[in-house]
């Protein structure tokens, strides 16, 4: 079975700092993980994803996750933070449908990303 | 290329009523799944469509249905409203039933008083 674990539902930095989103999953099949973003009463916009190959995967915006299956860890992070990154990020893990013919996401609880002027 | 719309952007019903959302997928995405996302929560997954047919459900219970049309545009029904079906409901769609990539639509916030 799948899961994620988002630790940390809200992060505030100063706007040009690090920012850094935990996710932790848990998979009983290699997973592919993602990272979508949720603007205030809008849908979930894909950020990045990691399939197969490089374990560093570069999205939009200047964002970029590091798959570690040691640690079964997708952190989320951007070197300098910009007041147009305020909003929820959720991380996803893909899983099989039990008709095995089809994906369904796993989703964490989200994390609400304050950037402080 | 159009992505994918979801209609109405709010609705409002009454505990015990009937609800249907509507969805059209992405041009060329013949696959399509509904997530319910209640406040504060991660969205949780409902069913997916593919090719009109049912291709997988999540841990929902059946007054919760779907209809996929021959050109992939989806609804989610809904009956006998309860209160905790107040949440947003999330849309997505991908150009086969196993892709990786899921696009999803803006949401239908719905309120149940």
């Known amino acids: 079975a799948q899961s994620v674990t988002q630790l940390g539902s809200h992060v505030s930095v100063s706007e040009g700092a690090l920012v850094l989103l935990r996710c932790n999953y848990s998979?009983?099949?290699?997973?592919?993980l993602f990272w979508y973003v949720q603007y205030p009463n809008q849908g979930l916009q894909l950020l990045l994803k990691?399939?197969?190959?490089?374990?560093l995967v570069k999205g939009i915006n200047g964002f970029e996750a590091e798959f570690k299956k040691s640690e079964t860890s997708f952190h989320l992070t951007k070197p300098s933070a910009h007041m147009s990154d305020a909003a929820e990020y959720f991380c996803?893990?893909?899983?099989?449908?039990?008709?095995?013919?089809?994906?369904?996401?796993?989703f964490g609880t989200g994390t609400s990303l304050t950037v402080i002027p | 290329e159009t992505g994918v719309t979801q209609s109405p952007t709010h609705l409002i019903k009454t505990r015990g009523q009937q609800v249907t959302l509507r969805c059209s997928s992405q041009?060329?995405?013949?696959?399509v799944s509904w997530y319910q996302q209640a406040l504060g929560q991660g969205p949780q997954f409902i069913f997916q469509?593919?090719?009109?047919?049912?291709?997988g459900r999540g841990n929902f219970p059946p007054r919760f249905s779907g209809l996929q049309f021959p050109n992939y545009s989806s609804e989610l029904n809904v009956n006998a409203l309860e209160l905790d079906d107040s949440a947003l409901y999330l849309c997505?769609?991908?150009?086969?039933?196993?892709?990786?990539?899921?696009?999803f639509g803006p949401g239908t916030r719905l309120t149940v008083l």
């Open positions: 997505a769609s991908s150009s086969a039933r196993g892709a990786l990539a899921q696009y």
């Open positions: 998979s009983s099949v290699p997973p592919y």
């Open positions: 990691y399939t197969t190959g490089a374990t």
């Open positions: 996803a893990v893909s899983g099989s449908l039990a008709s095995n013919t089809g994906n369904q996401f796993y």
């Open positions: 041009s060329g995405h013949n696959t």
């Open positions: 469509y593919y090719r009109e047919e049912e291709n």
